[in-house]
């Protein structure tokens, strides 16, 4: 997987903007559009636009920025479930837990990824969860895995990284050994903060308050017989030899009445990891004879963490249903589709293809227009999608042959680091309700895209469409079986278990066609 760097677009960004003006002494503008002119008041071409589904299937899931867990039922592709296959990892290589430990709890954390939105009453923050999909209970179990995750692939000489894939759950599955470390029939996550005591170093107790976050007990026999009572073994010298015996956890979802809920976890969260609560003996230090010695022990407790390890894997059983299918199987892509199907994990994404043909773009080149917006807007197809909260916030397009952004993105100002929800919305805009009479849609704008295309000569790519969780993550994944050529998919689609469905190019209703949009002005040869 390769997550690119924001910052080398940034600074490419930046060159361009100031070469285009030191070059431009003719007209003077930002961002394409001329100050003090309203873009509907300028001409306007509708260049043809084709697009198409495409079917994904398995992708690459390990070591995503974050993983899915729980059921998400959508109300156009049906059920999703994502589970969570991942190492543990030592904090700290051969520890020493002392004399007779015994293990009192052990605590498994996964922070939820949240914000706060008030204070109550008593001053204490109140949350709201992000990235969870659904308010339903689902059945959570985590069992120990006997699966191995390698690091590196060992059928290419142990040169390339490992890749593990989302359709591998039944293997995944076929190794859980022992009984469940932890179940819970009617699991949900909870936006309360999470409140419990804890002994500090000088032994005294503190009220510990906490962000929300999956906080349960796991069962203490497994640890205290694989963990403490390992004590100087050599399975517990090194990480090596750890991720060799313990091998892992699975995390497994199931579905309550066909319902769920889904929650992005960040299993990476230096709050994350499993924390062992034990007691030792040590010497009693107030205890001490003339001759400086004391022969009485007394209990001291303790904590040892164990980390969740380098390789994380997420698995989904979801299937297209059949009728979509058939419908994106059918479609001919030389001519596009009436329909655009788009959904994260293993669903589907869309192909789109500007202009009819290069003799269209050679004579929207001879033209010499000042591109003051070029954009794409894409209708939510309500016979459908019903209108409500199950449709994603944002979409995201990039170049297909490269898997990168496209310029505009690079361009973009509102880039928000912190709040992924906003960010790079010049470009590529959030769904819009009712703004006109055609109803649910997107607008991406792509005017530094296309006035290359036709000002500069630059390559007229094939782009692709998907869903986003986060449009900040801007690395791939890899797609299991490549399709036409396409063999990497967009993380930010990965993590992301929505999907809606899009008016395409030969929609019934021409007015919710997808046409590419271009506002220009007229300039002298």
Same mark, same amino acid.
């Given at each position: 997987?390769?997550f690119l760097?924001?910052?080398s677009y940034?600074?490419?960004?930046?060159?361009?903007?100031?070469?285009f003006?030191s070059?431009?002494?003719?007209f003077?503008?930002?961002?394409g559009e001329?100050?003090?002119?309203?873009?509907?008041s300028l001409?306007q071409?509708?260049?043809k636009?084709?697009?198409?589904?495409?079917?994904?299937?398995?992708?690459?899931?390990n070591?995503?920025?974050?993983?899915?867990?729980?059921?998400?039922?959508?109300?156009?592709?049906?059920?999703?479930?994502?589970n969570?296959?991942t190492q543990l990892s030592?904090?700290?290589?051969?520890?020493?837990?002392?004399?007779?430990?015994?293990?009192?709890?052990v605590v498994?954390?996964?922070p939820?990824f949240n914000?706060?939105?008030d204070?109550?009453?008593?001053g204490?923050?109140?949350?709201?969860?992000?990235s969870?999909y659904?308010?339903?209970p689902?059945?959570?179990?985590?069992?120990?895995?006997?699966?191995?995750?390698?690091d590196?692939?060992?059928?290419?000489?142990?040169e390339?990284?490992?890749?593990?894939?989302?359709d591998?759950g039944p293997?995944?599955?076929?190794?859980?050994?022992?009984?469940?470390l932890?179940?819970?029939?009617?699991?949900?996550p909870?936006?309360g903060?999470v409140?419990?005591?804890?002994?500090?170093?000088k032994?005294?107790?503190?009220?510990?308050r906490?962000?929300?976050?999956?906080?349960?007990?796991?069962s203490?026999p497994?640890?205290?017989e694989?963990?403490?009572?390992k004590?100087?073994?050599?399975?517990?010298s090194n990480?090596?030899?750890?991720?060799?015996?313990i091998?892992g956890l699975?995390?497994?979802?199931?579905?309550v009445?066909?319902?769920?809920?889904?929650a992005?976890l960040?299993?990476?969260?230096?709050?994350?990891g499993?924390?062992?609560?034990?007691? @030792?003996? /040590? *010497?009693?230090?107030?205890? %001490?004879? $003339?001759?400086?010695d004391t022969?009485?022990?007394v #209990?001291?407790? +303790?904590?040892?963490?164990?980390?969740?390890?380098?390789n994380?894997?997420?698995?989904f059983s979801?299937?297209l249903p059949?009728e979509?299918l058939?419908e994106?199987?059918?479609?001919?892509?030389?001519?596009?589709?009436?329909?655009?199907?788009?959904?994260?994990?293993?669903?589907?994404?869309v192909?789109i293809?500007?202009?009819?043909d290069?003799?269209?773009?050679?004579?929207?080149?001879?033209?010499?227009?000042?591109?003051?917006e070029?954009?794409?807007?894409?209708?939510?197809?309500?016979?459908k999608?019903?209108?409500?909260?199950?449709?994603?916030?944002?979409?995201?397009?990039?170049?297909?042959?490269t898997?990168e952004?496209?310029?505009?993105y690079s361009?973009?100002q509102?880039? @928000?680091q /912190? *709040?992924p929800?906003?960010s %790079?919305? $010049?470009?590529?805009?959030?769904?819009?309700?009712n #703004?006109?009479? +055609?109803?649910?849609?997107y607008?991406l704008?792509?005017?530094?895209h296309?006035?290359?295309?036709?000002?500069?000569d630059s390559?007229?790519?094939r782009?692709?469409?998907?869903?986003t969780?986060?449009?900040n993550?801007?690395?791939?994944?890899?797609?299991?079986?490549?399709?036409d050529?396409?063999?990497?998919?967009?993380v930010?689609s990965?993590?992301?278990?929505?999907?809606t469905?899009?008016y395409?190019?030969?929609?019934?209703?021409?007015s919710?066609?997808?046409?590419?949009?271009?506002?220009?002005?007229e300039?002298?040869?």
């Open positions: 997987m390769i760097k924001r910052l940034i600074a490419v960004a930046v060159f361009m903007v100031l070469a003006i070059c431009d002494d003719d003077n503008t930002i961002g001329l100050i003090g002119v309203q873009l509907d001409p071409y509708d260049a636009v084709v697009a198409y589904s495409k079917n994904i299937g398995g992708v690459q899931t070591n995503l920025p974050s993983n899915l867990l729980g059921v998400y039922t959508d109300p156009v592709y049906g059920e999703q479930i994502a969570v296959l030592l904090s700290t290589m051969d520890p020493f837990f002392g004399t007779e430990p015994s293990l009192d709890s498994l954390t996964l939820y914000t706060q939105i204070l109550n009453d008593l204490y923050p109140v949350y709201k969860l992000d969870v659904g308010n339903m689902f059945k959570l179990k985590i069992s120990r895995s006997n699966y191995f995750l390698n590196f692939d060992p059928e290419a000489n142990f390339t990284r490992q890749k593990y894939y989302s591998q293997l995944f599955k076929s190794k859980v050994v022992g009984g469940p932890y179940v819970n029939e009617a699991f949900r909870s936006a903060e409140v419990y005591l804890e002994e500090n170093a032994g005294e107790i503190d009220t510990i906490a962000k929300p976050r999956l906080r349960v007990n796991l203490t497994f640890f205290q694989n963990i403490i009572d004590q100087g073994s050599i399975e517990l990480n090596n030899n750890f991720r060799n015996f091998r699975y995390f497994e979802a199931e579905a009445n066909g319902k769920g809920t889904m992005l960040n299993f990476k969260d230096p709050e994350a499993i924390t062992l609560y034990y007691t @030792n003996l /040590v *010497a009693d230090i107030s205890d %001490v004879d $003339s001759d400086g022969t009485e022990m #209990e001291k407790q +303790n904590s040892y963490k164990l980390t969740f390890g380098t994380t894997v997420n698995t979801q299937a059949t979509i058939t994106i199987e059918s479609v001919n892509p030389e001519i596009g589709a009436e329909n655009l199907f788009i959904k994260g994990g293993e669903g589907s994404m192909i293809e500007l202009f009819e290069e003799a269209e773009i050679e004579e929207l080149r001879a033209k010499n227009w000042l591109i003051n070029a954009n794409l807007t894409f209708y939510v197809n309500q016979d999608v019903q209108g409500g909260e199950a449709e994603p916030e944002r979409i995201y397009l990039y170049n297909l042959d898997n952004p496209l310029i505009d361009f973009d509102t880039f @928000n /912190v *709040a929800l906003i %790079v919305s $010049s470009h590529s805009g959030r769904l819009v309700r #703004e006109d009479k +055609n109803g649910i849609s607008k704008k792509i005017t530094e296309v006035n290359r295309i036709l000002n500069k390559t007229n790519v782009l692709g469409l998907v869903v969780q986060n449009i993550l801007i690395g791939n994944s890899a797609i299991r079986t490549p399709l050529e396409i063999n990497r998919i967009p930010t990965v993590i992301s278990p929505e999907g469905v899009l395409g190019n030969l929609a019934t209703d021409v919710k066609r997808l046409k590419l949009n271009i506002f220009y002005t300039t002298s040869n």
